[in-house]
Nanobody, 125 residues
Framework: EVQLVESGGGLVQAGGSLRLSCVVSGFTSRSYSIGWFRQAPGKEREGLSS????????YYADSVKGRLTISSDNSKNSVYLQMNNLKPEDTAVYFCAARSAASLVVPLALWYDYWGQGTQVTVSS
């Protein structure tokens, strides 16, 4: 059974930083793409970034380029999302998701098969 567990969310002031973690277990595919998404109340789930397990290639949505950095540690089955210069509009539940893949898959929600439970990020002004 594939499981993804996010952590690292919390309350932070505008301009602050957070580092989210996603631990992946039970994934039998040799190569896969991990994506980070967020969903604010009343809004659709938004894809932020993704990373490919085999070569570390990455993708960022234009809306977050320069503020977010995705990385991975395959020895720990973990993917991270470093978020800097946070803004109140970044407030949302953040999810990681996974799918087996032969190359990097952009973070479109319908293209990802396995999801974590999410971690809340709240940015105060």
């Amino acid at each position: 059974e594939v499981q993804l567990v996010e952590s690292g969310g919390g309350l932070v002031q505008a301009g602050g930083s957070l580092r989210l973690s996603c631990v992946v277990s039970g994934f039998t595919s040799r190569s896969y793409s991990i994506g980070w998404f967020r969903q604010a109340p009343g809004k659709e789930r938004e894809g932020l970034s993704s990373i490919f397990s085999s070569d570390g290639s990455t993708y960022y949505a234009d809306s977050v380029k320069g503020r977010l950095t995705i990385s991975s540690d395959n020895s720990k089955n973990s993917v991270y999302l470093q978020m800097n210069n946070l803004k109140p509009e970044d407030t949302a539940v953040y999810f990681c998701a996974a799918r087996s893949a032969a190359s990097l898959v952009v973070p479109l929600a319908l293209w990802y098969d396995y999801w974590g439970q999410g971690t809340q990020v709240t940015v105060s002004s």
